[in-house]
Every structure is written in structure tokens, then in C-alpha cells.
């Protein structure tokens, strides 16, 4: 069976610092890896996504995250964290199946 | 380009009682999801759509859950009786018929609070 854990439900940190959330895959076969963002009220947007060519996405609003075989992990990171990133962030993982199954979320509070 | 589209924002409905929501996905779309979020949670498939013709719905529960797509366009769930534990936002996705790797657009989704 395939599943993604997302570690921390919540991730605060300051602003202009950088944002670090984790995400840890099982699956039998070579997964489709995606990053989205949620904010209040809103539906998931897509950040990123790793489809086996480059280890190391490029997403939008600066975000980029690595593909990491060994560890099982696909974290995403961002440099310096601006308000506006204040959201739930859903890693989720699909085979060849176009279903996307997801990580349970984690929370990013931005302080000023 | 028009996102997913998808009505009422927000229901609430007493136990027992009948709710539908709609999704109207973006034009030319062929595949069509829906999803369930329960609050603290990853958003849950429900079912998918391919066309008019359903790919899965494993975890639909068929008992009081139901889904139709006329037409290959719009869609509507309906729940009845509703239950407690079915409040929840539900997420209207879609996606247009390329690899499998294509992204899925999603709605605003539909509040739903059950008392």
C-alpha cells in the first residue's frame, strides 16, 4: 500500500527564516510526488511535483523540495518565509492510477 | 481560464436529512473527483469520474453516498441521511485527460456541518 506521513502538524517560524516541512513516502513502486498549499476557505493549489526526471523540484513562491530515494523523502523548503505563507501545506503521492493520496496536513504559522 | 466551480460554499443540515452539492469542473476536463476533508486531516477520495463513467469508488460509502456526472460535465454528490460524522468539507477536483502525472485543479469545496 502506498501513504505518505507528513511529520509535525504544526511548523511555526519567523519571518525571514527558513521553512522546513517534512514528508515521508512508502510505496512498492517508483511514486509521483506533489506539494499543495491550502489557505482558509480556498481549495489546494499546487506548489510542485516530482515526476522521476530532476531529484530537486523548483516550485512556485520560491519554493522547491528534493526528491530523496534513499530516505524515502520529498521535504519542501522555502529560504525565507514571508507572511503570505501562512497555510496548510499537503504532501501527497499517486502511482499510475491518477489518485492522489495525501499526507494529513501540516499547519505553517509565519511570525512577524 | 475558469477554475472548478463548486456550490453551495457552505450547508448545514440536521442528521438525517438529504444534502447535494454541485461541481461544474474546468471545460474540457474528462476526469472528475471527489473528495472528502474532515477537519485536521489530508483530503480523502471519494470517487473519480472518467467522462461520465465512474473509475473508482471504493471509498464511497454506497450505503448514504451517491455521485453522478451527467453528460461528462457537471457532478453532484448527494448524502442521505446524512450523519454527524459526515461534516466535513468536500473538494471538487479535475483534471484534463493526459499522463497520469497531469496536475488536478481544485474547487473552493463545500462546507458541510451536520447537527
Known amino acids: 500500500a502506498q501513504s505518505v506521513t507528513q511529520l509535525g502538524s504544526h511548523v511555526s517560524v519567523s519571518e525571514g527564516a527558513l521553512v522546513l516541512l517534512r514528508c515521508n513516502y512508502s510505496s512498492s513502486v517508483p511514486p509521483y510526488l506533489f506539494w499543495y498549499v491550502q489557505y482558509p476557505n480556498q481549495g489546494l493549489q499546487l506548489l510542485l511535483k516530482?515526476?522521476?526526471?530532476?531529484?530537486l523540484v523548483k516550485g512556485i513562491n520560491g519554493f522547491e523540495a528534493e526528491f530523496k530515494k534513499s530516505e524515502t523523502s520529498f521535504h519542501l523548503t522555502k529560504p525565507s518565509a514571508h507572511m503570505s505563507d501562512a497555510a496548510e501545506y499537503f504532501c501527497?503521492?499517486?502511482?499510475?492510477?491518477?489518485?492522489?493520496?495525501f499526507g494529513a496536513g501540516t499547519t505553517v504559522t509565519v511570525r512577524a | 481560464e475558469a477554475g472548478v466551480a463548486q456550490s453551495p460554499r457552505y450547508k448545514i443540515i440536521e442528521k438525517r436529512q438529504s444534502v447535494a452539492f454541485w461541481c461544474n469542473p474546468i471545460?474540457?476536463?474528462?476526469?472528475l473527483y471527489w473528495y472528502q476533508q474532515i477537519l485536521g486531516q489530508g483530503p480523502k477520495l471519494l470517487i473519480q469520474f472518467q467522462n461520465n463513467g465512474v473509475v473508482d469508488d471504493s471509498q464511497l460509502p454506497k450505503d448514504r453516498f451517491s455521485a453522478e456526472r451527467l453528460k461528462g460535465v457537471d457532478s453532484t454528490l448527494k448524502i442521505q441521511p446524512a450523519k454527524l460524522e459526515d461534516s466535513a468539507v468536500y473538494l471538487c477536483a479535475s483534471r484534463s485527460a493526459g499522463g497520469f502525472t497531469d496536475t488536478q485543479y481544485f474547487g473552493p469545496g463545500t462546507r458541510l456541518t451536520v447537527l
Open positions: 501527497a503521492l499517486s502511482r499510475n492510477e491518477y489518485k492522489l493520496s
Open positions: 471545460s474540457g476536463h474528462a476526469t
Open positions: 516530482y515526476t522521476s526526471a530532476a531529484t
